[in-house]
């Protein structure tokens, strides 16, 4: 058996730092639940000369990969190095040199992560992403293992703390999308380059993972429908507040005989709902499963420590496999292939906000519109005062599909009395 269990680590960032922090303080830990220490043996970084505030001895840097991946005796690989192209090719030449690897990249495990659990197979070695997704919350390992019994059938949840931060900040302080903005930025959460975040790249990429676990598929970043921060108008957020719904960045994933629909967009959804009351840079997931029921999990979706957990916890997870002699003796091949559902498929209920001419019949020609494409309006609603060059009404839809809405939103632009779809949502949180 082996006496130590060494680890090449690919960077010391933000989260490596974290990982190596966690691994120094919580060794009589790990000791006691593996029976073995678990050591860092070697650490790539871009500058091996660079003096760092670490416990690590200055001879355990380097700048060549060679040295970690051709060293026999250093047992796995964890890249938290980020980025795509780079640390797409470290995890190959590990998997392929025999050494099992966590990454907490979720751009490589969105991009390519069935390629890499193939190659994980194929090598007899394991490869574990937990840090992907959520931060310090375990959804990765939940749906492998916990709720592996199941038969999944959606997810709804908020897995981007950045954009949930602003939000909160937007509603609660009334600050505006800058303001807010500017104080992620000075706290961390946000990166000086923010795009990927409030775009809904970020949480796209993470929605690609979990669905691809939970519906056993292969869910690749183009079958996510994305709409971005940048569609919240001013005035959205306390029209939702009237209406009794809170503005959220979310992802969804359901599952049904059709096929299969993932978005990340801003929806309204309920105050009764627990997701509404999920504020700041913590991340929250709905599991609804056949059996279970509904589930959910709860946690900061960043930082470096809650971060470094989920990594270390992986970590312990390929230790005990290797000690046990088990590692890379999981399939991963998908169990369905992935059959997106066409847009007049895929149902929800939507808050339209229109901006109007201040003329009488104008309420009338417009529900009729809705009418006309089979569409039925669960709420009408002028808003007093004058807004957007005209009159603000609000129609909040029953069930429709993503057609019907698109082919409204298609009509209303042809209508002289309209001066412009001013913001659009669909709304969440009252049914699956």
Known sequence: MKSEITIGLLGLGVVGGGVATILHEHQDD?????????????????????????????????????????DPSIDLIVEVIGGATEAKQAIERALRAGKGVVTANKDVMAESGLELLKLADENKCDLFYEASVGGGIPLIRTLEDGLASDRITAL?????????????????????YEEALAEATELGFAEADPSAD??????????????SLAFSTDVHLD??????????????????????????????????????????????????????????????VYVYGDAVGETMFYGPGAGSLPTATSVTGDIIAACRNLLLGVNGRRVHAPQHSCKAKSDDQIIGRYFHRISVKDKVGVLTHLSSI???HGASLATVVQPEGNQNGGVDLVMITHQISRQQHKDIMQALQNV???????????????NK
């Open 370 to 372: 809705y009418s006309n």
């Open 156 to 176: 709804t949840g908020i897995v981007n703390g950045t954009t949930n931060f602003i939000l909160t900040k937007m509603k609660l302080e009334k600050k505006s």
């Open 198 to 211: 409030v775009d809904g790249i970020d949480a796209a990429r993470k929605m690609a993972i979990l669905a």
């Open 30 to 70: 790990l000791n006691h639940k593996l029976g073995v220490p678990v050591k860092i043996k070697k650490v790539l970084v871009k500058d091996a000369t660079k003096k760092r505030d670490t416990y690590l001895a200055q001879e355990m840097f380097t700048t060549d990969l060679d040295e970690l991946i051709e």
């Open 223 to 284: 079958n996510v429908f994305v709409r971005g921060m940048d569609v919240i108008q001013e005035g959205d957020l306390e029209l939702a507040e009237q209406f009794g719904y809170t503005v959220k960045m979310a992802g969804s994933a359901k599952k049904d005989e059709d096929g299969i629909e993932i978005s990340v967009e801003p929806v309204f959804i309920r105050n009764a709902h627990p997701l509404a009351s999920v504020n700041n840079e913590f991340n929250a």
């Open 416 to 430: 002289p009395e309209v001066n412009k779809v001013v913001s659009y949502y669909r709304v969440e949180g009252e």
